[in-house]
């Protein structure tokens, strides 16, 4: 069992830059492909970065491609998300999850989620 906890999230202008964390529990974490989702109200949740467990293949929604950084500390437990040139359509919940079976841009391919941690950019 892996228990994820985000935090970071906050009000920011556009243009501005957050730094989303998502620790885990258990010390299995080093083992999971992580991610970030998003979902802003009455939307799907949608695909925002994954990084694989050692933390060296990431890929991106095209989105947030270029702005958005995907990083890991298995030392620590932990995965993050550099947020920089944030636009008011990037407020949403953003939430971190964990695959056992490895990076994919799919909710359904995640075994474990947080409970999310709200961004919101004003313009």
């Known amino acids: 069992q892996v228990q994820l906890v985000e935090s970071g999230g906050g009000l920011v202008q556009a243009g501005g830059s957050l730094r989303l964390s998502c620790t885990a529990s258990?010390?299995?974490?080093?083992?999971?492909?992580m991610a970030w989702f998003r979902q802003a109200p009455g939307k799907e949740r949608k695909f925002v970065a994954t990084?694989?467990?050692?933390?060296?293949?990431?890929y991106y929604a095209d989105s947030v491609k270029g702005r958005f950084t995907i990083s890991r500390d298995n030392a620590k437990n932990t995965v993050y998300l550099q947020m920089n040139s944030l636009k008011p359509e990037d407020t949403s919940v953003y939430y971190c999850?964990?695959?056992?079976?490895?990076?994919?841009?799919?909710?359904?391919?995640?075994?474990?989620w947080g409970q999310g941690t709200q961004v919101t950019v004003s313009s």
């Open positions: 258990g010390r299995t974490f080093s083992t999971y492909a």
């Open positions: 999850a964990a695959a056992w079976g490895g990076i994919t841009a799919t909710p359904v391919g995640y075994d474990y």
């Open positions: 990084i694989n467990s050692s933390g060296d293949c990431r």
